[in-house]
């Protein structure tokens, strides 16, 4: 995925509810995408012969969104330092051995629009945030179509939907457009995006909606986009997403490309979604969620037919951080989490977005499907931390191979063979030769068989804590746990496991 948006000089790089003021009453200005202000002008939907009219009315309140920044860089210390050639090269910028850090200036370029005749902007948070590690935010600075220049101050931003909400002044009323409903597009509505791709100006694509409740795969809470097959370009990022009657209902966020380039997927961020966190950073607040404190893992189809459970429907716990919520609430690793207050967890409405809409504080009932058997539970649900704490480090390397030599102690089991691995029970001298923390239990992998399914994604030195969701501690807890799930018409069993510092880790694995 690469957001759009461009970034030049010396840079590297690369739920609640609520309603949103969008106009100042103290103003006569209208919006101007208000009804019956272009409706009449608008192309006729079904069978577009030109959006000029429409453009010409909406592209007032499209606006260009560029800043300045400050990027200290560390330079590379001088390889000749110490030799004749030292202060020859020195004075070139070689750090003069010393490598000290130095300062540069950048430039980013973006999108945006109005949504208020006093000079609210809405773009993306990443159009305006440090562009890279060591960099700061000089000045920000909108353009309009006329272009004329105003500074903006950033009155609030939210990383975790990647929105921004600027604030210029202006001795005039602005133009300006409002959001509209965008639960009511539909694949194969005509769009027409407009904003500043390249630095380029005022630029206008359409195409039609490709797609809604479009996940990307990100972790988080918030992965559901419009995408759409309009050119979105870098630049592009904040400008708006309208829809034939001139409603904005997508601010354009991202693209899908190998080259940096319009493929034709594009994806914005739901209006209608956006709404709330936009009311709640204009009145200068942060943006509260809610947290379980659960790692989660998507279901894919080899861990449903394990569980024997339908397809694109509830997310794995892979670890229940001790003391959190998730955890007092009674999940574990292994549940898979089906509903929460009887909303369905699927692709589409993930459990990290339905729990991140839970307002803090509330009390969720969660289905959850454990060894087979469904229950409720209750949790509390507590606020979420920042994306920047909630960011943690994969652990260490993997250890080395610390097992003892494949001798008759090492030998499969009948349920491990139906699986194409030789396991043997974990001790605190294996686990500590392997590098695994020595909280971990289980069955340590000694051999797998690489002709089979397990052989492409278990080696020698992995530690199995569960299968199914029940815990083993010997290879005869592997086999008769295989045999059941054989005998039941399973084709596969679902393992947690652990791989150095690495824990949790959820796969599927066939039954020969």
């Not at 590379?76 to 030292?86: E, L, R, S, Y």
């Not at 070689?94 to 850090?101: I, T, V, W």
Request: cysteine-free.
């Amino acid at each position: 995925m690469r957001y759009a948006y461009a970034l030049t000089g010396a840079l590297l790089l690369g739920g609640t509810a609520a309603s949103l003021a969008l106009q100042n009453p103290a103003t006569a200005q209208i919006a101007q995408n208000e009804p019956g202000a272009i409706n009449a002008a608008s192309p006729r939907a079904g069978a577009p012969m030109s959006f000029a009219d429409m453009v010409a009315k909406l592209q007032p309140a499209v606006v260009n969104i560029s800043t300045t920044q400050k990027v200290t860089v560390q330079q590379q210390a001088n390889p000749f330092a110490g030799t004749p050639f030292g202060e020859l090269f020195g004075q070139f910028g070689g750090g003069g051995g010393g490598g000290a850090p130095v300062t540069r200036e950048g430039q980013s370029l973006g999108s945006g629009f109005l949504i208020s005749a006093d000079g609210y902007v809405v773009t993306n948070n990443h159009v305006i945030a440090p562009a890279a590690k060591g960099a700061t935010v000089e000045s920000i600075t909108v353009t309009l179509q006329d272009r004329k220049e105003y500074k903006a101050k950033l009155i609030g931003r939210d990383p975790t939907s990647d929105l921004a909400v600027l604030k210029i002044v202006s001795p005039t009323p602005l133009p300006f457009v409002k959001l509209g409903d965008s639960t009511r597009a539909r694949v194969g509505d005509w769009v027409v995006a407009i904003g500043q791709p390249f630095g380029l100006g005022g630029t206008v694509t359409a195409g039609i909606v490709s797609a809604v409740h479009r996940s990307t795969g990100q972790p988080g809470p918030f992965d559901t986009f419009i995408q759409t097959d309009a050119a979105i370009n870098q630049g592009n990022s904040g400008g708006p997403m309208f829809n034939l009657n001139g409603e904005v209902i997508g601010i354009n966020s991202q693209i899908y490309s190998q080259s940096g380039g319009n493929i034709g997927i594009g994806f914005a961020i739901p209006a209608t979604e956006a709404k709330p966190i936009l009311a709640t950073l204009m009145k200068g607040q942060s943006v509260q969620r809610g947290y379980l404190g659960v790692s989660i893992q998507r279901m894919t189809d080899d861990m449903a037919a394990a569980l024997g459970l339908p397809k694109d429907q509830g997310e794995i716990i892979a670890r229940a951080e001790p003391g959190g919520p998730g955890e007092k609430a009674g999940l574990r690793a292994g549940d898979v989490v089906v509903a929460i207050n009887g909303e369905a967890v699927t692709p589409e409405r993930t459990l990290s977005s339905l729990v991140a809409n839970a307002a803090p504080g509330s009390t969720i009932r969660l289905e959850v499907v454990r060894a087979g058997k469904r229950q409720t539970l209750n949790a509390t649900v507590a606020t979420r931390p920042s994306d920047d704490q909630l960011a943690a480090l994969n652990g260490g390397a993997e250890g080395e191979d610390g097992l003892p030599e494949e001798d008759g102690a090492t030998q499969a089991t009948p349920g491990s063979s139906s699986l194409g691995v030789a396991v043997q029970p974990l001790t605190p001298q294996i686990a500590r030769s392997i590098g695994v923390d020595s909280t971990v239990q289980g069955v340590v992998v000694a051999a797998v068989d690489p002709a089979t399914d397990a052989g492409q994604k278990l080696k020698r030195g992995d530690v199995i804590s569960s299968v199914n969701s029940q815990p083993v501690r010997t290879g005869a807890d592997v086999a008769r746990i295989v045999a059941a799930a054989k005998a039941a018409g399973r084709p596969s069993v679902l393992l947690s496991m652990t791989r150095g510092r690495v824990s949790g880790a959820l796969i599927a694995v066939k039954i020969k």
